[in-house]
């Protein structure tokens, strides 16, 4: 427009017409104004001040487009409006600017601060970041205003989501380290940032974070990732800090029966998918972030020739005088005793946990003459431990391995009661002529408690422990004599140690199935009891070294493994009182027989399942009980028929079953299946029931020792330095385990081949 034509414009405005229709159009602005006044005064009607806003839009001093000098202020302070009754929270748009038909841009031109839609988007953007510097300095008190983590479980949030809620409440961090977004549309939040990768690093790295985990050196130092972990709980907190946060009525996921501190990378893994280590027995369905299903394939111990090769020509890395291999109770037994020998030792762990099978031991650790017993009035022999174990193994034991077995028994519970353990309470197990199981006081299961007084004499003693340490191959010099182990760091890779003596304390095989049916094809398929380490490494590897094998196809299942809780029910269930009924509500056999009688029957019934059945006294006379009922495996009713009733036998004949043994107990005789001990009548309420089946648990056979732990060649002659105690071993058990002599075997052997071993090395 030139200059003339711009007068010409102006003169024409005022011509009077015009001046009507502007005059009218200037009363409609008024009108509309006042109107959209009355609409703002009408958004100060709230009750409370939004402490929110007013937090970071100190009164007046606005940095957004706000009424700096009108009543907006004086309403806020004076009346206590709610900012939010305006503003959309964290969106920054004021509804009130929609309330006064304007647009933000206009609401903003008439302020002359934001006028251009670029500007609004980095005001946005500049108040969003200033946001969440506020929101993170003050702990994200206001998100935890509305989404308190201890009211997780109870919101509608998934699983997952609560459990990792649960997982950081303890960690330092503020709800803006992850919700960086701050959206409060739902559709947005459940922690974009965190779902949208794939592993645990991932996440990490996207906010810069590498060295929370790793040191500036780069990757892994070591093994037991000593480091990593340190920073995991250095802003997560411990696991009993974690364990602490989630709803007691839930299995917690950080709370086991393990033993030592469990470390983090156990489940939390860096660059793959996390796991749920417990998922590995227990049949629970965490969901684990950034987790997947549990699964492991692990390498043939030949695998990785070249890499094996390249290991040993580059020499010893590391010396000791002991090596032991695996820290279930022979391993961690043979640590203490080298120890206490004067040895150096270092104990090597494949798994990211200590405690191998021997933490699940449940039923009790089999001793006769001892104290506990004394106490208890029970009167036991050892010779009498040495029949029921010879008769048990059906004769084709070692006759000279069973007799340092029952001999060492009692010497056995008081060395570990010198360490720290409690074995007070005594109970019946399978095919023993009377009571000589030992645990804890209260009934407690017995591995857990003494993995753990093993494991803390092991470390107070200065044994170093190395996890996700896999032992490949015994190294030998040209006379056969061993030399050291080569060992496969699942972080540093292969390398070798030098040592005097080695202790091979690898435990059995159960849980390789492969391996098992090759040996017995009656148990293709089956489930096992066993942790994920039982895989029978250290046959293969001693076989490799020139180590006679004995009694491997003798292979022994379990009578009563739960498949709802993926848990084995100890027998001292049925050696406490329980009865095990058919799906028609009758017994079929003398519950506490030797094992292979026992599940033969169970395996006979429909389905080759069957329950065990009891009452309140017997769940009360063992508190491992609990454990059961805490995995939810066990059903409870308030009286028979109803217990009948849901787990669908016909109620009048578990009735009659319940009243038939009854009065075998009040006579003293079992007539129907002449079980020998019945210690009380089933007949206080409530009546529980667990489904059972049979699942391989112990392999009898193993590498061949002699009387002082020492490994038999092929040869006939011993391997001089190599040792090994435990169900690495055959020969106690003969062809069938009786309940309760595998703790007594890898305490005794265990502690035998430690000193041994010490002895040897100190020669050397
Ligand atoms: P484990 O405790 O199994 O330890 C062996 C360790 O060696 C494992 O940690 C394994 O990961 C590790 N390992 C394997 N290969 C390698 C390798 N190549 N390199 C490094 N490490 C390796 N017996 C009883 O007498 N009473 C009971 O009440 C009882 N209850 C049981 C309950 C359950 C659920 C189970 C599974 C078993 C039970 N048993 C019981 C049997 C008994 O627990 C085991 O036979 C015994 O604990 C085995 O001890 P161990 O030290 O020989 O082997
Ligand atoms: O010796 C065992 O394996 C055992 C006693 C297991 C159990 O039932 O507790």
Redesign the pocket.
């Known amino acids: 427009m030139t200059g003339s034509n711009w007068k010409v414009s102006l003169k024409n405005l005022f011509k009077p017409a015009r001046k009507r229709s502007i005059l009218a159009l200037l009363a409609i602005g008024i009108l509309l104004g006042l109107g959209g006044l009355f609409a703002f005064e009408a958004t100060m009607h709230a009750t409370s001040t939004d402490e929110f806003c007013v937090s970071c839009h100190e009164q007046r001093d606005n940095s957004l487009v706000m009424l700096q000098a009108t009543s907006h202020y004086q309403n806020a302070s004076g009346m206590s409006a709610s900012c939010s009754d305006c503003h959309v929270p964290h969106q920054f748009l004021p509804k009130m600017i929609r309330k006064l038909q304007a647009s933000r841009e206009v609401w903003a031109h008439l302020r002359g601060v934001i006028d251009t839609p670029e500007k609004y988007a980095a005001h946005a953007s500049a108040m969003k970041a200033r946001e969440i510097a506020r929101i993170r300095a003050n702990d994200s008190r206001e998100c935890r205003n509305c989404h308190d983590v201890g009211l997780m479980d109870a919101s509608a949030q998934s699983a997952k989501a609560r459990q990792y809620h649960l997982a950081m409440a303890g960690s330092g961090k503020t709800c803006i380290d992850c919700h960086a977004g701050l959206a409060h549309d739902p559709a947005d939040m459940p922690g974009a940032s965190v779902a949208a990768v794939d592993v645990l690093a991932d996440d990490h790295e996207k906010r810069g974070q590498c060295s929370t985990c790793h040191t500036s050196a780069g990757g892994p130092q070591d093994d037991n990732l000593t480091h990593e972990n340190a920073q995991c709980t250095s802003c997560h907190g411990n696991l009993g800090a974690i364990a602490a946060l989630e709803p007691e009525n839930e299995v917690s996921p950080h709370e086991s029966h393990f033993i030592g501190d469990i470390a983090c990378t156990t489940c939390h893994k860096g660059h793959e998918k996390s796991v749920t280590y417990c998922e590995a027995c227990h049949s629970f369905d965490f969901e684990m972030p950034f987790g997947g299903p549990w699964q492991r394939e692990e390498k043939s111990i030949m695998a990785e020739a070249a890499l094996q090769q390249e290991a040993i020509a580059n020499g010893w890395r590391d010396e000791t005088d002991v090596v032991v291999v695996g820290s279930g109770g022979a391993g961690l037994a043979a640590a203490v005793a080298a120890r206490d020998e004067g040895a150096a030792v270092i104990v090597l762990e494949k798994e990211p946990v200590p405690g191998g099978n021997t933490k699940l031991?449940?039923?009790?650790m089999n001793a006769a003459e001892t104290t506990s017993q004394q106490k208890l009035g029970i009167v036991d022999h050892k010779q009498s431990m040495i029949d029921d174990t010879m008769k048990g193994g059906h004769d084709i034991n070692d006759p000279a391995l069973v007799a340092v077995l029952a001999n060492q028994s009692a010497a056995s519970i008081e060395w570990l009661t010198s360490l720290g353990a409690d074995m007070t309470d005594v109970g019946r197990?399978g095919g023993a002529s009377v009571d000589r199981?030992h645990r804890p006081a209260g009934g407690a299961g017995v591995g857990a408690h003494v993995a753990q007084v093993l494991w803390d004499n092991a470390l107070s003693r200065g044994a170093t422990v190395r996890f996700n340490s896999r032992v490949v191959r015994l190294l030998q010099n040209d006379s056969g004599d061993v030399t050291g182990v080569l060992v496969k760091g699942a972080h540093t890779g292969y390398y070798t140690i030098k040592a005097a003596a080695v202790v091979l304390a690898t435990g059995g095989f159960a849980r390789n199935n492969p391996l098992v049916a090759s040996l017995d094809e009656n148990l293709e398929g089956f489930e096992n009891t066993n942790q994920p380490g039982a895989t029978g490494d250290g046959l293969e590897v001693a076989r490799l070294a020139g180590a006679a094998t004995r009694d491997l196809a003798y292979i022994q299942a379990?009578p009563?493994y739960s498949p709802v809780g993926g848990v084995?029910v100890?027998?001292?269930v049925r050696g406490n009182g329980a009865i095990l009924v058919n799906r028609s509500g009758l017994r079929f056999v003398n519950e506490i027989t030797t094992r292979d009688e026992a599940a033969a029957a169970i395996l006979a019934q429909e389905g080759g399942r069957a329950y065990l059945v009891f009452d309140d006294d017997v769940r009360h006379s063992l508190s491992k009980i609990e454990s059961f009922v805490h995995l939810k495996i066990v059903i409870e009713e308030g009286s028979v028929e109803a217990l009948a009733e849901k787990i669908d036998v016909p109620p009048a004949e578990l009735v009659q079953t319940l009243e038939t043994y009854n009065g075998f107990v009040a006579s003293g005789r079992d007539s129907d299946f002449e079980r020998p001990d019945l210690p009380r009548e089933l007949v206080t309420g409530p009546y529980y029931a667990i489904e059972i089946t049979p699942a391989v648990?112990?392999t009898m056979g193993g590498v061949r020792i002699n009387s002082q732990g020492g490994v038999i060649g092929e040869s006939g002659e011993p391997i001089i330095g190599l040792f090994a105690a435990g169900e690495a071993t055959g020969g106690v058990h003969g062809s069938n385990?009786l309940?309760?002599?595998?703790?007594s075997e890898i305490i005794t052997f265990g502690r035998l081949a430690g000193a041994e071993a010490a002895a040897y090395a100190e020669k050397q």
Do not use: D, I, K, P
């Open positions: 031991a449940a039923g009790g197990m199981s379990h009563t084995l100890t027998e001292a648990h112990h385990r309940g309760g002599n595998a703790v």
